[in-house]
């Protein structure tokens, strides 16, 4: 599969790229993925986005999209991939179209996870996670608590709430997903490609899209 996921903070796009990837191996790839990946490579293009990212600054599109180029073309992406809340940008969306046809590459779909403001809230209000660097690990006070004390499972570490998962935080994230991202349903709509999908639980989510690939 080739899929674009396209959705707001807490739609759930990871947890549904995870679930994706083991249906065929597709990679699930997002921008912090890819950017973190060539950084750690130590090639050309990761040193100069290094230089952005260590300084707090925004990584130009131009240098994303070089990284991407390379992402796109290693083994592990013959089965497929899962692009993770990427593009976010019209521009994005139009360089990524220009790069999948240069490396004659075809998307299969546009999932657009169309999930309810108060569902979203919700979800991220409610989440948790270990303040330990190395776990990280997530929770839901409602569907998936921490242990007593507000500690983690894994590793006993303190768990918190993110400062930007407050309720505010995340209202904010929403309004700024809806003026620079959302536009992308009508970029992709005119495609043919795009699928706008209801269900708000996972499985029913990867059902839908992986009936639409089949078509």
């Known amino acids: 599969m080739r899929i674009i996921l396209l959705g707001p903070p807490g739609a759930g796009k990871g947890t549904v ?7 065929d191996g597709s990679v699930q790839i997002s921008t912090g993925d890819i950017l973190r990946g060539a950084v ?47 593009p976010r940008t019209i521009p994005q969306a139009e360089a990524l179209t220009a790069l999948l046809a240069k490396l004659d590459l ?35 006070v409602k569907s998936n608590p921490p242990a007593p004390g507000d500690t983690c499972k894994k590793c006993g570490a303190k768990v918190v709430q993110r400062a930007d998962e407050t309720e505010e935080a995340i209202g904010k994230r929403l309004d700024v ?23 708000t639980a996972s499985d029913a989510v990867v059902k839908a899209i992986t009936s639409r690939v089949a078509k």
């Open 17 to 23: 790229a995870k679930q994706l990837t083991a249906v």
């Open 40 to 86: 750690k490579a130590g090639t050309a293009l990761g040193r100069e986005a290094e230089g952005y990212m260590s300084r707090g600054d925004l990584v130009p599109d131009a240098l994303i999209m070089g990284i991407m180029e390379e992402r796109l073309q290693q083994p592990d992406t013959k089965a497929g991939f899962l692009l993770d809340g990427f």
């Open 106 to 140: 075809k998307l299969d779909a546009v999932a657009n996870l169309d999930v309810p403001r108060e569902v979203l809230l919700d979800r991220l209000t409610t989440r948790r996670t270990c303040s330990n660097p190395a776990c990280q690990e997530i929770y839901n």
């Open 177 to 199: 997903y809806q003026e620079k991202t959302a536009p992308l349903i009508g970029f992709y709509e005119k495609t043919g490609l795009m699928r706008t999908i209801r269900e």
